[in-house]
């Protein structure tokens, strides 16, 4: 008897134990609270968040987590994690979450998150909805990472971290208004916590490591971290000590060049090489990217010059900046812009107005923050469906006429004759009924009833003819609705704005601008595995932007290490450099564009109108708000074309080589920078 006591004991104690806490049954709250990681984050770029948890009892729970971001009550994305992907509870640090670009594009910057995590075993737990700050659609956010590990004086980083923002630089800046219309952020971090994967670096401009921040990282982390200054990105770097070969090997990766720019001296501290130039700091060009060795700081860095330089350099500004910027610590406002446009002193676009001094009616924050692509529209037009036509207006009319005049004169006269008039209640429904049949039939014939994934892929090419990143640009046009589910893995999905405004690239431009785009739903983890669900309107094209550092499976033959820099030098030797590239390689469908020194020239073939002026325009952007300033931005993988830009077309020393290659209604590009090794 006691025995079977004993075993019923132990029974109820298991199901104790196995039933969750009283606190959930009773309906204690499960609390989170989300906070973005780089203070409001970059402006168009992925927003790094963490998520801190409070479990009711002290428990450990293992589930999902659904974010649903909400704008003025208008829902903007949604984002759920993998199933039992994350364990929150006591003891449990804050789970970082990389939320990919646009998915909480706020107008004002302030948004709301709905959160609700659902445990392993189905049970949903809703969390109190919290409001959030990101950064807005006025002006530009910047960021700058600097990763500290505690060695050396944190002061002098943070002078030399404070030096490179770059609105100190605006000669218009006004200490007495709040709000800057460029802003930078420096966001403090530790070794430990620096990205593993070059997309997760896009959610800064530049990254600063001192104070043993590059003695901190690990291999995996410095291949990251090279590969995204590679495909655009900018590093700064003191080395300090205690640094070992991989370490050396990834700054002697950043330097390029036939011989080492750096090595151990025989007490193990690093030292530039012999043939090194510089003092104090060491510039590079990195493919598309900029990297500035730090080899011995300045004391006083606000007001040196040579730091000046480093600023200038690492912010990618516009060849005639440069100077102004290293006398004078600020940039030129350019007032004549490309176009016929002039800014004026508030640095806001004024049109045909003279400069007066007083502001005019657009902003300055607006000047300064995303613009336009004049060409932008033309990728939609070369990607449309080439047997999708609008019904043309005469057809319309001529319907409508015809309609009109059956049921008015027709009706009465015709069922007058028959003497049935009686019968007009039947007679008008079903030649309205008729008509609409014949319009949708007459619909499909001109805008189809297929579907059309037409797609424009651009790759970026380094030394050897490896691809340093890559963007795919997918048009969707489809005869009917649907539900689209695209899966993504080591990449970062964005769907641009191509409503009749061409000039409505951006989601951010607030609800007065007309209705937003179809809310995006992410499930999975980002930037690794993950999917993405769109909805397609009928007849309507979404344009959808694919953003990956990872190298594509075939590459083309295509001799890039054939092109000499003396070629590029002669606009008269291009024809010889096309030959180089592709020898007998040349197809009907192959167009070879070369850009440099402020000319531009198709020296093989051309293809169509819209992609030749939307390539020209966004390798080398026109002088326009911030690109009057700066000639490229940190790759971001955002939903506009910002980040495509390579090519500063004041600044001599660089050629732009384009292969632009068709296949039916789908385009491949190579673009190559042809630039010396270091700066």
Same mark, same amino acid.
């Given at each position: 008897?006691?025995?079977?006591?004993?075993?019923?004991?132990?029974?109820?104690?298991?199901?104790?134990?196995?039933?969750?806490?009283?606190?959930?049954?009773?309906?204690?709250?499960?609390?989170?609270?989300?906070?973005?990681?780089?203070?409001?984050?970059?402006?168009?770029?992925?927003?790094?968040?963490?998520?801190?948890?409070?479990?009711?009892?002290?428990?450990?729970?293992?589930?999902?987590?659904?974010?649903?971001?909400?704008?003025?009550?208008?829902?903007?994305?949604?984002?759920?994690?993998?199933?039992?992907?994350?364990?929150?509870?006591?003891?449990?640090?804050?789970?970082?979450?990389?939320?990919?670009?646009?998915?909480?594009?706020?107008?004002?910057?302030?948004?709301?998150?709905?959160?609700?995590?659902?445990?392993?075993?189905?049970?949903?737990?809703?969390?109190?909805?919290?409001?959030?700050?990101?950064?807005?659609?006025?002006?530009?956010?910047?960021?700058?990472?600097?990763?500290?590990?505690?060695?050396?004086?944190?002061?002098?980083?943070?002078?030399?971290?404070?030096?490179?923002?770059?609105?100190?630089?605006?000669?218009?800046?006004?200490?007495?208004?709040?709000?800057?219309?460029?802003?930078?952020?420096?966001?403090?971090?530790?070794?430990?916590?620096?990205?593993?994967?070059?997309?997760?670096?896009?959610?800064?401009? =530049?990254?600063? &490591? *001192? +104070? /043993?921040? %590059?003695?901190?990282?690990?291999?995996?982390?410095?291949? #990251? !971290? @090279?590969?995204?200054?590679?495909?655009?990105?900018?590093?700064?770097?003191?080395?300090?000590?205690?640094?070992?070969?991989?370490?050396?090997?990834? =700054?002697?990766? &950043? *330097? +390029? /060049?036939? %011989?080492?720019?750096?090595?151990?001296?025989?007490?193990? #501290? !690093? @030292?530039?090489?012999?043939?090194?130039?510089?003092?104090?700091?060491?510039?590079?060009?990195?493919?598309?990217?900029?990297?500035?060795?730090?080899?011995?700081?300045?004391?006083?860095?606000?007001?040196?010059?040579?730091?000046?330089?480093?600023?200038?350099?690492?912010?990618?500004?516009?060849?005639?900046?440069?100077?102004?910027?290293?006398?004078?610590?600020?940039?030129?406002?350019?007032?004549?812009?490309?176009?016929?446009?002039?800014?004026?002193?508030?640095?806001?676009?004024?049109?045909?107005?003279?400069?007066?001094?007083?502001?005019?009616?657009?902003?300055?924050?607006?000047?300064?923050?995303?613009?336009?692509?004049?060409?932008?529209?033309?990728?939609?037009?070369?990607?449309?469906?080439?047997?999708?036509?609008?019904?043309?207006?005469?057809?319309?009319?001529?319907?409508?006429?015809?309609?009109?005049?059956?049921?008015?004169?027709?009706?009465?006269?015709?069922?007058?004759?028959?003497?049935?008039?009686?019968?007009?209640?039947?007679?008008?429904?079903?030649?309205?009924?008729?008509?609409?049949?014949?319009?949708?039939?007459?619909?499909?014939?001109?805008?189809?009833?297929?579907?059309?994934?037409?797609?424009?892929?651009?790759?970026?090419?380094?030394?050897?003819?490896?691809?340093?990143?890559?963007?795919?640009?997918?048009?969707?046009?489809?005869?009917?609705?649907?539900?689209?589910?695209?899966?993504?893995?080591?990449?970062?999905?964005?769907?641009?704005?191509?409503?009749?405004?061409?000039?409505?690239?951006?989601?951010?431009?607030?609800?007065?601008?007309?209705?937003?785009?179809?809310?995006?739903?992410?499930?999975?983890?980002?930037?690794?595995?993950?999917?993405?669900?769109?909805?397609?309107?009928?007849?309507?094209?979404?344009?959808?932007?694919?953003?990956?550092?990872?190298?594509?499976?075939?590459?083309?033959?295509?001799?890039?290490?054939?092109?000499?820099?003396?070629?590029?030098?002669?606009?008269?030797?291009?024809?010889?450099?096309?030959?180089?590239?592709?020898?007998?390689?040349?197809?009907?469908?192959?167009?070879?564009?070369?850009?440099?020194?402020?000319?531009?020239?198709?020296?093989?073939?051309?293809?169509?109108?819209?992609?030749?002026?939307?390539?020209?325009?966004?390798?080398?952007?026109?002088?326009?708000?911030?690109?009057?300033?700066?000639?490229?931005?940190?790759?971001?993988?955002?939903?506009?074309?910002?980040?495509?830009?390579?090519?500063?077309?004041?600044?001599?020393?660089?050629?732009?080589?384009?292969?632009?290659?068709?296949?039916?209604?789908?385009?491949?590009?190579?673009?190559?920078?042809?630039?010396?090794?270091?700066?």
């Amino acid at each position: 008897m006691r025995t079977y006591r004993t075993i019923a004991v132990t029974l109820a104690v298991s199901v104790c134990c196995m039933t969750p806490p009283a606190a959930f049954s009773a309906g204690e709250p499960l609390t989170a609270f989300m906070k973005v990681a780089t203070r409001g984050g970059r402006s168009h770029g992925p927003v790094p968040v963490d998520v801190s948890f409070s479990c009711p009892g002290n428990a450990v729970l293992t589930g999902r987590l659904d974010m649903v971001f909400l704008d003025s009550g208008q829902v903007t994305g949604r984002y759920t994690t993998r199933e039992r992907e994350l364990t929150v509870g006591a003891g449990q640090p804050p789970k970082r979450l990389l939320l990919p670009p646009g998915i909480a594009s706020i107008w004002a910057g302030q948004g709301e998150v709905v959160m609700t995590f659902t445990t392993k075993d189905g049970v949903r737990m809703p969390i109190s909805p919290q409001v959030f700050s990101v950064a807005g659609s006025g002006g530009r956010d910047m960021v700058i990472c600097a990763c500290h590990d505690g060695y050396g004086s944190e002061s002098t980083e943070a002078k030399l971290a404070d030096a490179l923002s770059l609105e100190k630089r605006d000669p218009a800046r006004k200490p007495e208004v709040h709000v800057d219309p460029v802003r930078t952020s420096v966001v403090r971090a530790r070794s430990v916590n620096l990205p593993a994967t070059p997309l997760g670096y896009c959610c800064y401009d =530049l990254v600063f &490591l *001192a +104070g /043993g921040g %590059l003695s901190g990282l690990r291999p995996q982390q410095l291949d #990251a !971290l @090279r590969r995204w200054v590679e495909g655009g990105g900018s590093l700064c770097v003191m080395p300090g000590d205690d640094l070992r070969e991989y370490h050396l090997e990834f =700054l002697n990766a &950043l *330097a +390029g /060049g036939p %011989l080492p720019a750096f090595e151990f001296a025989p007490d193990g #501290a !690093l @030292r530039a090489a012999s043939d090194a130039t510089g003092e104090g700091t060491l510039l590079f060009r990195s493919e598309l990217g900029r990297a500035a060795v730090v080899m011995q700081p300045p004391r006083e860095p606000a007001g040196d010059a040579g730091w000046r330089r480093t600023a200038a350099f690492l912010w990618k500004l516009r060849g005639n900046q440069v100077e102004p910027l290293v006398k004078t610590g600020q940039w030129e406002m350019d007032r004549e812009q490309e176009g016929g446009e002039s800014f004026s002193e508030y640095g806001a676009s004024t049109m045909d107005m003279s400069y007066t001094g007083e502001a005019p009616m657009t902003s300055r924050a607006n000047a300064y923050g995303r613009m336009p692509l004049p060409a932008g529209s033309g990728l939609v037009e070369a990607l449309r469906p080439a047997d999708v036509r609008v019904v043309p207006f005469g057809l319309v009319a001529l319907i409508l006429f015809a309609y009109v005049l059956v049921i008015g004169p027709g009706d009465y006269f015709g069922l007058g004759l028959l003497r049935m008039r009686r019968y007009t209640w039947l007679s008008l429904p079903i030649v309205s009924v008729g008509v609409t049949i014949f319009v949708v039939l007459l619909s499909r014939v001109y805008m189809g009833a297929g579907e059309h994934r037409n797609t424009l892929v651009l790759h970026d090419v380094g030394s050897g003819g490896k691809v340093l990143r890559t963007s795919k640009f997918e048009l969707l046009f489809y005869g009917r609705e649907r539900t689209v589910t695209t899966t993504m893995e080591d990449g970062v999905f964005t769907t641009l704005d191509v409503s009749a405004d061409p000039y409505m690239y951006d989601p951010s431009y607030g609800p007065s601008y007309g209705p937003r785009k179809p809310p995006l739903t992410f499930s999975g983890t980002v930037p690794g595995r993950y999917s993405v669900t769109q909805k397609v309107p009928q007849w309507t094209a979404v344009l959808n932007r694919h953003f990956t550092f990872e190298p594509p499976d075939n590459r083309p033959e295509i001799d890039w290490d054939a092109v000499r820099p003396e070629d590029l030098a002669d606009t008269g030797r291009w024809g010889a450099v096309v030959d180089r590239l592709l020898g007998d390689r040349r197809d009907d469908g192959t167009a070879v564009l070369i850009s440099g020194g402020g000319v531009a020239q198709w020296v093989s073939g051309m293809p169509d109108e819209h992609v030749a002026a939307f390539l020209q325009q966004c390798s080398a952007r026109p002088r326009m708000g911030m690109f009057s300033v700066i000639s490229q931005v940190s790759p971001t993988g955002a939903g506009n074309f910002e980040d495509l830009s390579v090519l500063d077309a004041t600044a001599s020393g660089g050629c732009l080589v384009m292969v632009v290659r068709r296949t039916g209604e789908d385009y491949v590009v190579y673009r190559r920078l042809y630039l010396g090794a270091r700066s």
